[in-house]
């Protein structure tokens, strides 16, 4: 019965551990919705949130391997790190859903998991329950120089997140709020992603057949698999069905997906649309999707989100005078 018990402390440090590291996996593809979070719900200035994201998701993922490594420490700082870390990404959760209510990600596997705020505490609760037997009754690997090994591997492990995903050196514009001026070239220059060469040469060339930098469009970046996205491109084509007149455009991120579950949905075959790689979509959007707005001549001057894209609003927009070149 002890060895059963004992391989069971075993295989629950390693499925912990995992957790950890597909958690933070997750939260790197890409890792601005994690910025972004940080900015929009703890408002941190961006820079502080960039910093803050690639430690939190170095030492989640520092903590997992070394779970799964069964490298605790002498004194288990490992659980005791991952059981503190747990317990601040709960506050932080209560403090989500007390803000932002419980209808949206929290971002606690990304963009691959949609997660509200209330389903993943109790995933915490039950998180903590599974940490705390392990540090009841779990040791791991004791070995002379083992918290030596620990100590550099978890060094190692928070640092290389700030390598392998540099901070920018300006604020990026899709966290901008005000009047700015955006470069659109990107969707006239594609530049293929490694992740899209099998389907790339079929999709490309496929750039706008209208200049989007002179006069006034409404520029949607959509994913086809984010249901917010969906709701968004649905609304747009139910617009256009009452004002054909409103200058839509999409831009749908990746060119290796099909789209035609995402054109069942939302009925929006009719707007005008091009598809962008990955890389220059997430430098639009961030990852932050979807991304809806409205230009003029060149310069975004507000932003809509799916829920507050408003056809009235935009008709009023339209009859202003446009912003000279």
Known sequence: MRILFRYLLILLSVATGALFLYSAWTKVLPIQPFEYTMVE??????FMAAIAARFMVGLEATLGGLMVLHLLGRRKEVLKAALLLTI???IYLVWLWATAGNEINCGCFGDEIWMSPSVSLLKNFVLILVIVLLLRFQSGFVFPMSNGYTAFLALAGIVLPFILYPI????????RK???TIDLSPLYHPVKDAGD?????VVYPMVPDIDLAEGKHIIAFLSPSCPHCRIAARKMALMNKENPSIPFYMVIGGVAS???DFWKETKAEQLPYSRLHRAPFLQFTGGIFP???WV???TVEAKSTYNTLNRTEIEDWMKQPGKPD
Request: aromatic share 14%; hydrophobic share 40%; glycine share 2%.
């Open 41 to 46: 719900y703890l408002h941190m200035p961006w």
């Open 88 to 90: 601040v990404f709960s």
């Open 296 to 298: 003029n001549n060149g």
């Open 258 to 260: 099909d789209l035609t």
């Open 291 to 293: 991304l809806i707005i």
């Open 197 to 201: 060469t099998t389907v790339a040469e």
């Open 178 to 180: 005000d009047s700015y």
């Open 168 to 175: 920018s050196k300006s604020e990026p514009n899709w966290l």
